[in-house]
């Protein structure tokens, strides 16, 4: 079977697992049809013989043998490989007698996925042979009989996404990234933290609304340019200068209780430019539909908006309602939670400079 030479010169660049079992690779090729999604599966002896305990695993091509172990095979595999249109799981209308491809030392099978409506989305996922933390599978999906996508599924990724290039397929880029962007802003504290941090002195509805608007402009601009490839800064620069941004507004908003001048327009804008690289880091790292990038990229923006949206309204009204008691419970809520952002900015710094992993 033709494939691509990009997975020639990965497998020659990646490393042996064990010189027992020098190529710990899997195929998978995913055929969109119409009302259909055909599979191959190709997967090394070694691999399916360690899972199936035949031993040695050149037994596994022998004809009998295969036919003995057929069953399992399929249902090793029917467990381990999930297919989603749109979200929702498929089941294998049948998967074909496995068979022996003695010139790889491989086993082939093939699945069928009927569908009963236009397919938008096709989500594959798979973690092969979990005994084997070096066990890479390589992912060809094609649409219209041609090569659309390719991927690598392994322990550290183990779900891909491709959209279609129809109008199922923008449908589906439009809903599943703006929810991306919303889910983002919401699941992520140090936005969250700066927007806090943003709304502790209180001020006018008037001067509120200028503050995030500010924001969110800033945000909006540099994930923009970043996701489309204009400006890409390092995500090792980002993420600290987003922890410094929350570590910031908290002090500031110290001096300006002091006595000092309010600045959070400024800071908005400038920390919101941040904020947005950030963003737009962790929309690069999703699987991108390269057909539909500029709705991807819109609508992930809108998610991030409607998420700020949702969280500085219940933020600025619980404020509210804690001023709204006293004048000095205003006041220990500003100076409290200043202290308590720029407390937990520094930890998230420590986080970001000294650890990895983390969302925005």
């Not at 491989?106 to 096709?122: E, F, T, W």
């Not at 489309?228 to 390092?234: A, W, Y």
């Not at 990038?293 to 404020?319: R, T, Y």
Request: charged share 15%; hydrophobic share 55%; proline share 4%.
């Amino acid at each position: 079977m033709r494939r691509s030479w990009l997975w020639v010169v990965l497998a020659c660049c990646l490393p042996c697992a064990v010189s027992a079992h020098p190529v710990p690779f899997s195929y998978v090729d995913a055929r969109i049809q119409q009302g259909a999604i055909e599979l191959t599966v190709v997967a090394h002896m070694f691999d399916l013989a360690n899972d199936l305990k035949v031993q040695p695993p050149e037994r596994l091509l022998q004809p009998d043998v295969l036919a003995a172990q057929a069953q399992r095979t399929i249902r090793l595999l029917d467990d381990r490989l999930q297919v989603a249109a749109d979200g929702v799981r498929l089941a294998a209308a049948n998967w074909s007698a496995p068979e022996a491809l003695p010139e790889r030392q491989s086993i082939r099978v093939h699945a069928r996925y009927d569908l009963n409506r236009p397919l938008g989305r096709l989500d594959v996922t798979t973690l092969m042979f979990p005994y084997d933390p070096q066990h890479k599978t390589f992912l060809n999906v094609f649409e219209n009989d041609e090569i659309a996508a390719q991927a690598i599924l392994d322990t550290n990724k183990t779900t891909f996404q491709y959209f279609m290039s129809t109008g199922q397929g923008v449908r589906a880029v439009l809903t599943g990234f703006t929810l991306a962007g919303a889910r983002q802003l919401l699941g992520g504290p140090g936005t969250l933290l700066f927007l806090a941090g943003l709304l502790l002195l209180g001020g006018t509805s008037k001067q509120l609304l200028t503050v995030v608007a500010v924001f969110a402009a800033a945000s909006s601009l540099t994930l923009v340019l970043a996701a489309l490839g204009f400006v890409i800064p390092p995500a090792n620069a980002v993420e600290p200068a987003m922890a410094l941004s929350v570590v910031y507004i908290g002090a500031d908003n110290l001096l300006v209780r002091a006595g000092g001048r309010d600045t959070r327009v400024w800071v908005a804008f400038g920390f919101g430019l941040i904020h947005g690289f950030g963003f737009a880091n962790v929309f690069r790292a999703m699987d991108l539909p390269n057909r539909a990038l500029g709705w991807a990229v819109f609508s992930f923006n809108i998610g991030v908006e409607i998420g700020q949206i949702a969280a500085v309204a219940l933020v600025a009204l619980l404020f509210a309602w804690i001023r709204s008691r006293s004048e000095g419970a205003a006041r220990r809520l500003a100076v409290a939670g200043s202290a308590v952002v720029m407390l937990a900015g520094a930890v998230w710094f420590v986080q970001r400079v000294f650890f990895s992993g983390g969302t925005a």
